[in-house]
């Protein structure tokens, strides 16, 4: 797929290329990039570079590239090099390039002359040689010997260079042929006369007798063997015993006086069964290209680094300042299905290697079914469970409600209550005018009647004595939704209730609750009784009980005619039994109340425990005034934290007869001591 990529980027460039270039014999486009290409545009390796720049450029409006092919093939002499080198100088000798790209060594010959058009001209070189040969070896198409190979390395800084290293993996290639065929005798090398592939021929013999030097060696090339014979010789090979490394198959041929170079002829070796190996790593992504696959670099990875590197310089970086890349990343890469085709096993192949056109295993093929499905039980199984733990958790709720609703049962059963609900029947108006008993608790069952006596009765059968008050209230627990309180004597067993009614209106139902209260009531009676003898003896004694709130400054009487708050003959009020404390002395005699004053003081500063006074009172009775003698004695009834009295209880006592008494007595004893005397 990404080969198809580059190959639709490169048309693409060369449709809005090639016409300006045919039309024009110059560029007057300033900001741009030339790419000089050593080999045919058809060229794979190559393409797929153009087509990398092409995808950059084509992101940046202000920019444009151009791109130039050498041909080498066709290149043969001196003569056709300079028309080349005359044509790059004329077509773009105007405006300098912003950067040279350069793809093959024979586009490095031309070294000098880009220094001399343009000046220090950024270069990057993408090159499947770390070394440049003499001229001639690419011209004649020669291979370059140890001793004519200049490093790349010694061109960096003096042309401003940097190497982007396209590493053939010669040596892992015949590796990677002995690995899976593991009983190979004759290795064939296929590839066409330029001087990469005549050098590539040589460094291939040497290795090969370095790994097993008993292996017979073929090396074919167009010039030896047309493409037919190729085919015939093919054909013929031990597949289990040969190995075949394909370079390229370009070569040149005259038709009516024209020479032209073919480039697509290998297409027709793949039809063969023999195991063919290449070196291009377009070969090996076609699904049915018919190659099997190769030792190579990371495509992609270089291509990154290409386009990084060409960022770098557009921003002013210098290429020689670039470090060389060269590719650690190599691995084999084996095309699944021509692997097959061919008879191999993948088991035969090595560990690292990678497989293209695989099919997707049973777990690739379908994990995000697989993954899908599990999803949908995880999730089935998360509703599952949540929907358990909900019916248990309202199971739980309806069994403590259950629970509550027993032990409700058995409190209003245990209670020592009586408990009835009762149905309510109204007449047209909604007024009450019948029960139906509808329950009852066991207290109930105990003191009148059992359950299954009453439950569907009308309560007028069964107690009709209390209907008239038990309607009547019924009907204001309805009226007005509230709960009702009343007394009720039960006269035929002599027996006192507190009844409490709560209706509910939306089932006409009314629970009714009757505690008995007959011992509250028999202690209320004997209070109120003995109250009345205290309050008769009190009333016979003239004695006035009284209360004295010392935060609010009120006394407080307990009958209604003390003789201290009389005034102007009128009896006392009842709601003036409670009157101000200084109401209360000022009907104090005025020679006696300072000293009842400070009686009272004293007792309340704690400067004594009780108080006893006798003092006089003046009151007013039908129009006259007259003075009574009062006898009042006090005491402190409850104290704050701080031990401070807040109220004080006492009585008075009317002693006037009393005075008068002990007034006669003394003075008869006074007339009687006289006469003696006389």
Same mark, same amino acid.
């Given at each position: ?31 741009? @990039? ?86 220090? @001209? ?26 004519e190979r200049v490093p790349i390395s010694q061109l960096a800084d003096p042309y401003n260079l940097v190497l982007l290293y396209s590493n053939l993996y010669l040596r892992e290639n015949i590796q990677l042929i002995s690995h899976i065929i593991p009983d190979m005798k004759k290795f064939i090398f296929i590839g066409d006369e330029r001087e990469v592939n005549q050098t590539n021929n040589q460094e291939i ?14 090396? @074919? ?57 290449? !070196? ?144 309510? !029947? ?6 009450? +005018? ?48 509230? +709960? ?28 009714v609750f009757c505690l008995n209260s007959t011992e509250l009531h028999k202690a209320q009676q004997k209070l109120s009784t003995i109250n009345n003898k205290l309050a008769m003896s009190l009333d016979v004694a003239n004695i006035v009980p009284w209360k004295w709130d010392l935060r609010s400054k009120t006394i407080l009487c307990d009958i209604n005619k003390p003789i201290e708050l009389s005034t102007q ?34 007792? @309340? ?74």
């Amino acid at each position: 797929m990404n080969m198809k990529k580059y190959v639709l980027a490169f048309f693409l460039c060369f449709i809005s290329i090639t016409p300006i270039l045919a039309q024009r014999d110059h560029i007057d486009i300033s900001n741009y @990039i030339l790419c000089i290409n050593s080999y045919a545009e058809s060229s794979p390796w190559s393409n797929r570079m153009i087509s990398t720049v092409s995808e950059y450029v084509q992101k940046n409006p202000k920019l444009a590239l151009y791109a130039e092919h050498m041909n080498t093939l066709m290149i043969d002499n001196d003569t056709i090099l300079g028309e080349f080198k005359n044509m790059i100088s004329q077509k773009y000798e105007h405006h300098r390039p912003r950067l040279l790209i350069l793809l093959g060594n024979p586009s490095l010959l031309l070294r000098d002359e880009y220094r001399e058009l343009w000046g220090d @001209i950024p270069i990057v070189l993408c090159s499947e040689e770390k070394f440049i040969g003499p001229k001639d070896t690419y011209i004649y198409k020669q291979p370059v010997t140890q001793a004519e190979r200049v490093p790349i390395s010694q061109l960096a800084d003096p042309y401003n260079l940097v190497l982007l290293y396209s590493n053939l993996y010669l040596r892992e290639n015949i590796q990677l042929i002995s690995h899976i065929i593991p009983d190979m005798k004759k290795f064939i090398f296929i590839g066409d006369e330029r001087e990469v592939n005549q050098t590539n021929n040589q460094e291939i013999q040497t290795k090969l007798k370095t790994i097993n030097p008993n292996i017979e060696y073929q090396y @074919i090339t167009p010039q030896k063997m047309t493409t037919n014979q190729l085919l015939d010789s093919l054909y013929h090979v031990d597949p289990n015993t040969t190995g075949i490394l394909f370079a390229s198959w370009f070569y040149k041929t005259t038709f009516a006086g024209n020479t032209s170079l073919v480039t697509n002829a290998h297409k027709l070796i793949v039809t063969t069964t023999a195991p063919i190996f290449t !070196l291009n790593m377009a070969d090996i992504t076609e699904e049915n290209g018919g190659m099997i696959g190769g030792y190579t670099y990371d495509q992609k990875h270089y291509n990154q680094q290409l386009i990084h590197t060409i960022s770098e310089i557009l921003t002013g970086k210098p290429a020689r300042e670039i470090p060389f890349y060269m590719p650690s990343d190599g691995a084999p890469i084996i095309n699944y299905t021509i692997l097959l085709r061919k008879g191999f096993s993948p088991s035969m192949c090595p560990p690292n290697t990678h497989f293209l056109n695989k099919p997707l295993g049973f777990w690739k093929q379908n994990k995000y079914f697989i993954m899908g499905t599990l999803s949908f039980m995880i999730l089935l199984a998360i509703v599952f469970f949540y929907r358990i733990h909900s019916l248990n958790s309202i199971k739980k709720a309806q069994q403590k409600e259950i629970d509550a609703m027993t032990n409700y049962k058995n409190l209003v059963n245990n209670m020592p209550i009586l408990y009835m609900q009762e149905e309510v !029947l109204a007449d047209k108006n909604g007024i009450p +005018v019948e029960l139906i008993y509808r329950n009852v608790n066991a207290h109930f069952e105990k003191n009148f009647f059992r359950k299954e006596e009453v439950v569907g009765k009308k309560a007028s059968e069964i107690f009709p004595e209390s209907m008239p008050d038990f309607l009547h209230f019924t009907q204001i627990a309805l009226s007005e939704n509230k +709960v009702i309180t009343f007394p009720y004597y039960f006269k035929k067993i002599d027996t006192f209730y507190d009844i409490v009614l709560k209706a509910n209106r939306q089932n006409n139902m009314i629970d009714v609750f009757c505690l008995n209260s007959t011992e509250l009531h028999k202690a209320q009676q004997k209070l109120s009784t003995i109250n009345n003898k205290l309050a008769m003896s009190l009333d016979v004694a003239n004695i006035v009980p009284w209360k004295w709130d010392l935060r609010s400054k009120t006394i407080l009487c307990d009958i209604n005619k003390p003789i201290e708050l009389s005034t102007q003959g009128k009896d006392v009020a009842e709601e003036q039994l409670a009157v101000p404390d200084y109401h209360y002395f000022s009907k104090i005699f005025k020679e006696d109340r300072k000293r009842v004053e400070q009686a009272y003081q004293n007792l @309340i500063d704690g400067h004594s425990e009780k108080v006893k006074e006798e003092y006089r009172v003046v009151s007013t009775q039908k129009g006259f005034h007259r003075i009574e003698w009062v006898e009042a004695q006090a005491a402190v009834e409850t104290r704050d934290e701080n031990g401070k009295p807040l109220t004080l209880v006492g009585s008075s006592l009317v002693i006037t007869e009393r005075k008068k008494m002990e007034m006669e007595l003394i003075n008869a004893k006074n007339l009687g001591g006289t006469e003696r005397t006389g």
